[in-house]
């Protein structure tokens, strides 16, 4: 993941593959989940903690990046997830789009 305002340059991402630092997850060899909201079971009275949906204890905070193809093109590119507690609203923020 990258903080705000970190940036990675081609040259870091072909030398972090290179020796391993960073690894693209290729379903289904390696699933990605990202672990954003929970739900805690049971009824009110016997629930631990609040209600409803709540932020994952070991949710990621940053950006996401990513690689894919568009048009036949390969491009990597960067995204959040964005959620909101006790809603359970879950949505997705592309952030930079490249081409290489």
Do not use: H, N
């Amino acid at each position: 993941t990258l903080r705000d305002g970190q940036e990675i340059d081609p040259g870091q991402v072909r030398k972090g593959l290179a020796v391993d630092l960073y690894r693209w997850a290729e379903a289904p060899k390696w699933p990605v989940f990202i672990d954003a909201l929970t739900q805690r079971y049971g009824s009110a009275s016997t629930a631990e903690g609040p209600m409803g949906w709540q932020p994952a204890e070991d949710a990621v905070d940053g950006a996401f990046v990513f690689r894919s193809m568009q048009y036949g093109r390969p491009m990597i590119g960067s995204y959040e997830v964005m959620s909101t507690a006790p809603g359970g609203e879950l949505g997705v923020r592309l952030g930079s789009l490249m081409g290489y």
